[in-house]
């Protein structure tokens, strides 16, 4: 353990911008990997830690203080290797079964990692200066292409939706895209995406945005027009009724309200959509259902109950899409501080194995007995045949 502490306290008296602990020794832990970055907002400088399951990523931010308690507390016991960066040196931390500390230390350049504010416009996809007419009306740019001091969260939360999305797209070379937009609203969103597409990555896009509201849908392609989107534009339409016969790439919904977001995923799979990015909003169909003898505790709170169902909503969904092909992981779209409304579900097409199937659905079968849960999404595939 001295030795452990010895050498941290080495690394850290380096400031670290970057943090990577890996190699665990237990398998039963469920974090793979832990990552830390040094960040820094408008007030302080801070380290955020990103903790990656099989299928998600958990978030933490931490005073620069407490970073040292926090390494000790992973590393000690559960992994054997921990890399960091400061911006003129990298260290390589191992950790021998017998227990000895073995680290190692080298001079270089490692400036483009930082997350400080002095880098922070080369870290966003779609950076400040550039005129991007969506985000201008949006009032998040100004008419030069500068941040609106009060409009720098939704900055942030608008890049970091386009990042999880480019984390995907740039695993391939697309050259086209036909790409699905339910429950669309007012659609900055969906105009910003396509600006992305388009302009940042090149892709020739056909992008289709869907929604009740008449007049919403006609502001909407005017807008388009004006903007010179011309593969861009908008139907009004029902989530559970729309049809569509062509190919379908990729399927978006943010915040579809509760099983709209079942019938989004349940079309996106009859489609064979290669991706899915959908943000679910007011689960509320579980929590109406939700009864169980043996773990009542979940229900004795309104509160509670609410949350949970929730969660487990959202669970099952992405359980029954690795269930139907699609590798799926859930994400944290922003800080809860903004919105409960925060979790991502990226899907990617994908094979999976006839055992890695079976354990999913087992666990949603589980799951559903246990509570008394009949999840639309489920029954949707149910009675396609597609759940034996």
Request: net charge positive; hydrophobic share 35%.
């Amino acid at each position: 353990m001295e030795d452990l502490i010895k050498a941290i306290d080495d690394m850290l008296n380096d400031e670290l911008i970057k943090i990577v602990i890996s190699n665990k020794i237990n398998k039963e832990n469920k974090y793979n990997k832990i990552s830390i970055f040094l960040k820094e907002n408008k007030k302080k400088e801070y380290y955020q830690i990103e903790k990656y399951t099989d299928k998600q990523v958990f978030h933490e931010n931490i005073e620069k203080e407490e970073l040292r308690d926090k390494i000790l507390e992973f590393v000690y016991n559960n992994y054997k290797q921990l890399n960091g960066w400061s911006e003129k040196t990298t260290f390589d931390m191992k950790i021998s079964k017998k227990g000895k500390i073995l680290l190692s230390k080298s001079k270089t350049n490692n400036t483009k990692l930082s997350n400080k504010s002095h880098n922070k416009e080369k870290n966003y996809i779609l950076k400040e200066g550039t005129i991007i007419k969506p985000l201008i009306d949006l009032g998040v740019f100004t008419k030069e292409g500068k941040v609106v001091n009060s409009k720098y969260d939704k900055y942030k939360q608008i890049n970091r939706f386009i990042e999880i999305i480019d984390d995907e797209i740039k695993k391939k070379d697309y050259k086209e895209l036909t790409i699905l937009d339910f429950g669309c609203g007012k659609s900055y969103l969906t105009f910003v995406l396509y600006h992305y597409f388009v302009e940042i990555k090149k892709i020739n896009v056909k992008m289709i945005g869907l929604d009740l509201k008449e007049d919403v849908i006609n502001k909407c392609n005017k807008i388009a027009k004006a903007y010179n989107y011309e593969n861009l534009h908008f139907e009004l339409g029902d989530i559970n009724g729309f049809k569509y016969n062509n190919k379908v790439d990729m399927v978006i919904t943010l915040h579809a309200c509760d099983t709209a977001t079942d019938y989004a995923l349940y079309n996106a799979i009859k489609w064979n959509a290669k991706m899915i990015f959908s943000v679910p909003c007011c689960q509320h169909e579980l929590n109406a259902q939700m009864k169980s003898e043996n773990l009542n505790i979940l229900t004795n709170y309104g509160i509670i109950q609410e949350r949970i169902a929730a969660l487990m909503t959202d669970s099952i969904r992405g359980n029954l899409l690795e269930y139907m092909g699609y590798k799926t992981q859930l994400l944290e779209f922003i800080d809860i501080a903004h919105s409960p409304k925060n979790i991502l579900i990226r899907a990617s097409k994908n094979k999976v194995s006839d055992e890695k199937k079976n354990i999913v659905l087992n666990e949603v079968n589980n799951l559903i007995k246990e509570f008394n849960f009949n999840p639309t999404l489920y029954k949707l595939l149910k009675n396609d045949g597609c759940i034996l």
